[in-house]
């Protein structure tokens, strides 16, 4: 008994990434029963360049967070910019916890994600124009106050403007300071809006 | 005619709204939160920063620490805002949680009576895998019972040498215990040298974190200590480190991060855990 | 004083609701999101939980089902949701919330549900 030392890693015991196995193979074991089977699964597509779709595709049916977890790592590092439109339909999942774990996701593509970007702003449903902000936030693209200007200028949903204004107390330079004195005299009875437009315009200017 | 020194470049202000700015910014990336009796403490680096990356004014600079494609900046910059020294029994408090609440856990859902893995990533000089082992042989009774290995890791070839070799500075072992430090170690020159049976308690070896092809082997570990090393990543390495501990672990296992660090700007895999001793973290109980 | 913990992912969201209840007397503490929030409960339970539901990693729904298995003393929890649809309120209740608000909130009604949560007469 005791402090002991062995050759500690037994390569036996260890199940080797499947990195020659096809694509084919790969994708049948995303669907097995063992969670684990699953997870080394979508570990070993990232030499799959054709994955982004079976990954994808298992991503809204994934019951086990942690499957989802490697699936999204591997997603973000094929870097595929395909990706972030399927990425973007899990937004409208009743799941929580899944909607959130895209909204990182789609942030960590080092891709350009413009064009979902574009599309999930302009969505009849609030929330979702919400979640796209979200993203925004996590971006660190350069043109990022840009995008966040035009929100506060053309949304007309409180709660989306609210979240916007949010990410400009960091975010925010000088160009955003008359776009958000507007957005201050357009919701003049909202006081989280004044609160929250109030409190860029300080971090803005720096005093 | 005398020619007059070059006119000095102006010291960076940083004013109290920028220090709101930052001090949001980085509890949001780190958790950490900066009070403003550390004003001065987080000022000076940030004008230290400032004049390295020539970005002219916290303004420029917040620009870069907050769009860098890399995050290298920030990396660099959270670097300078925590304390990195490593010496024996560093967060002690942790190694007490690890003998009176992690391992009486462990050992009573066992069954059968393989060994006790624990992995302690980066091994840095050794200090924290040794406190380890110094710990479980002199704090935990169990130690008669079981078996338990200990593994320990790093990027760095160079310093994983000088870990085998284990020999230390007096302020590295200023925190052991004298009794300890007469059982464990002989003053050579004025230096500490380790004895052999703890050398030999612990394995080192190479990992890259990142690097799947390393990391697939580490499995069925019961206690991760992973303390301030992923605070230094960037997202996808920290989203990809916390994944392979994930695997490393057995249902059950433990792991515990740097006292400045949480899993709440890490990963969700885990159970948060609280100890009388410590807040740790756990993979669940029904987990494969 | 009672203990109030604010649970949001946004820093504005949580001045505006940490300020209003200050200004009623309450003491306040903040939170990023669910596992922080989880951490800080772990340590000193809370009088009450106001919790965000879209947050990183751990998310108010998920928050909620963890704190309620807890070994600590247990207190109310109002969610404060974008989402009204009836759903949502009902998916608040099953992980063990006790109100649910939709966003924005006035400090009227904030104070209001607070008091109602915490068994404090009305102003």
Known sequence: MGLVKRKAIQPAEAAKPKQEQSCMGLAACLEDADPRTRRHAARDMLHSPHAVGVLASRLNREPDTAVREVILTTLVRLNDPSAAGRMADCLRSEDAALRNEVIEAIGLLACDVSDVLRSLLADPDPDIRIFAVNILDSRRQPDVESWLIEVIERDAHLNVCATAVDVLCEAGSEAAVDPLLRLKDRFRSEAFIQFAANRALKRIRGA | ?288 | MKRILVIDDAATVRMYHSGILESAGYATEEAWNGIEALEKALLEPFDLYLVDVNMPKLNGYGFLRELRQQEIPQAPAIIVSTEAADHDELQAFRAGANGYLIKPVSPLQLLTHVRLMLGEAQQ
């Not at chain 2, 991060?257 to 948060?272: A, T, Y």
Request: with cysteine.
């Open chain 2, 1 to 288: 005619m005398r020619a007059s020194p070059p006119p000095s470049e102006p010291v960076p202000a940083i004013t109290g709204e920028d220090f709101l700015k930052f001090k949001e910014f980085f509890y949001r990336k780190t958790g950490i939160n900066f009070e403003s009796a550390k004003r001065y403490f987080v000022d000076k680096r940030l004008v230290e920063r400032i004049e390295a990356t020539r970005t002219g004014d916290f303004r420029g600079y917040f620009t870069l620490l907050r769009f860098q494609d890399s995050g290298e900046e920030l990396q660099q910059l959270t670097n300078l805002m925590t304390v990195n020294e490593t010496y024996f029994l560093r967060e002690e408090y942790q190694f007490r949680c690890l003998v009176d609440s992690i391992l009486p856990e462990i050992v009573q859902r066992r069954t059968g009576s393989h060994p006790i893995r624990i992995w302690c990533i980066p091994s840095s000089s050794g200090e924290e895998p040794y406190s380890v082992a110094m710990y479980l042989m002199e704090m935990w009774s169990g130690i008669s019972d079981w078996d338990v290995e200990i593994i320990s890791s790093d990027i760095d070839t160079s310093i994983l040498r000088r870990a085998r070799a284990a020999r230390y500075s007096i302020r590295s072992v200023q925190h052991v215990p004298a009794l300890w430090l007469e059982k464990y170690f002989k003053g050579v020159a004025n230096e500490y040298q380790l004895c052999d049976d703890l050398r030999q308690a612990v394995e080192f070896t190479r990992v890259n974190l990142s690097e799947p092809a390393d990391t697939f082997r580490y499995r069925n570990f019961d206690v991760i200590f992973c303390r301030n090393l992923l605070i230094y990543f960037d997202d996808v390495s920290r989203k990809t480190a916390a994944e392979t501990f994930y695997e490393a672990l057995n249902p059950g296992g433990y792991i515990c991060l740097g006292h400045s660090e949480s899993m709440s700007r890490i990963s969700p895999l885990f159970k948060v855990c609280k100890f009388p001793e410590a807040i740790v973290y756990r993979k669940g109980l029904e987990a494969r």
